[in-house]
């Protein structure tokens, strides 16, 4: 079956410039999570979902940085006025429920370039 | 806050050769720990995980990771490493009650023929 899919692959932007990162789960998968991985933080969280509501944003940096999840399925990573540190790899990953008992499968992630 | 230490970044070894990759976390009272691992140009995927029961876990392509509550350890073994191991190799850990993943810095793994 599909797994988890992300758009755009690459994405170039100016800084200052707003920017939307798409995540398409599993389907039937409840949970999605969002991560960043970058150079010099490693792999971290951003935010994650149970069906539309995100009991735990405690990983976003900024208020620059907002998430939204409609029809328990597509989420959407906006982020606002881009600076050049948000530059990173954004991971999806979505799981049958939100437990470490199901297995959070990955996306290929979309990488951010600011410049 | 809950931590992942791994103390390697880089781990080169000869082919055939045995391999450990050093993972320790911040102590908690209960948690669940995992490797996942990304080999090159692929997505993240997991390799295994330890939630319960046994100490020792076992991946299906060799590699095994014992957990260490005293030591606060989940380190990864394997006995003999194959050129289709290179990869990076990322520590995480959840708490019990919190859903997100905390990972380690990753530890890229090469092998020499």
């Known amino acids: 079956g599909a797994g988890v899919s992300q758009s755009p692959s690459n994405k170039v932007t100016e800084k200052g410039k707003d920017v939307e990162l798409r995540c398409d789960p599993i389907s039937g998968h409840t949970a999605l999570y969002w991560y960043r991985q970058s150079l010099g933080q490693g792999l971290e969280f951003l935010i994650y979902f149970q069906g539309n509501s995100a009991p735990d944003k405690s990983g976003l940096p900024s208020d620059r940085f907002s998430a939204e999840r409609t029809g328990g399925s597509v989420s959407t990573l906006t982020i606002q006025r881009t600076q050049q540190e948000d530059s990173a790899v954004y991971l999806c990953?979505?799981?049958?429920?939100?437990?470490?008992?199901?297995?959070?499968?990955f996306g290929p992630g979309t990488r951010l370039t600011v410049l | 806050a809950q931590s992942v230490t791994q103390l390697d970044s880089q781990v080169p070894v000869f082919e055939e050769a045995p391999v450990e990759l050093r993972c320790n976390y911040s102590?908690?009272?209960?948690?669940?720990l995992f490797w996942y691992v990304q080999y090159p140009n692929q997505g993240l995927q997991l390799l295994l995980k330890?939630?319960?029961?046994?100490?020792l876990v076992e991946s299906i392509n060799g590699f095994e990771a014992e957990f260490n509550k005293s030591q606060t350890s989940f380190h990864l073994r394997k006995p003999s490493v194959h050129i289709s191991d290179t990869a990076e190799y990322f520590c995480a850990v959840s708490d019990q009650g919190a859903q997100k993943l905390v990972f380690g810095q990753g530890t890229r793994l090469t092998i020499n023929p």
């Open positions: 330890y939630l319960s029961g046994s100490t």
């Open positions: 990953a979505s799981s049958l429920l939100a437990s470490p008992y199901n297995e959070q499968f």
């Open positions: 102590s908690s009272v209960s948690v669940y």
